[in-house]
């Protein structure tokens, strides 16, 4: 068997790269569980914005989780003062790729069709 050292997903030894990641397989499965660290995919301007977000990355299949960069208990208070988002959606490293293909292509389809103005979704 051969392992991608980027998502941790397993091949036949036949297989030389993951179509996914672009990488060269190795022959020893990589160290921990780095597929599932948590990897942010986007910053989001407020909370409605980022449910729908996560709701799109649901639809791919893909778990999301929404963290607020404010601190609970003072709504106005950056947890982050480097932060200008609300908040930012985090995905496992091994979905990151696709979770930001997916918002992208989300965006991209809004913006063509008008409904949404550059100020509701910050990149
Ligand atoms: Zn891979």
């Known amino acids: 068997m051969a392992w991608c050292p980027e998502c941790g997903a397993e091949y036949e030894s036949a297989v030389a790269a993951c179509p996914r990641c672009r990488v060269v397989l190795v022959a020893e499965p ?8 948590p990897e942010v995919v986007h910053r989001v301007p407020d909370a409605a914005a980022g449910a729908l977000l996560c709701g799109v990355l649901e639809q791919h299949g893909i778990r999301a989780v929404l963290r607020s960069a404010t601190l609970p208990g003072f709504a106005s208070v950056r947890r982050d003062w480097a ?17 930001r293909a997916a918002i992208a292509d989300y965006l991209g389809a809004l913006e063509r069709g008008g409904q949404v103005r550059d100020e509701d979704v910050e990149g």
């Not at 990589?30 to 660290?37: H, Q, S, V």
């Not at 932060?83 to 979770?99: K, P, Q």
């Open 30 to 37: 990589p160290p921990g569980p780095r597929a599932l660290e």
């Open 83 to 99: 932060t200008s988002a609300w908040g930012e959606i985090l995905v496992t490293r091994a979905e990151a790729a696709d979770a």
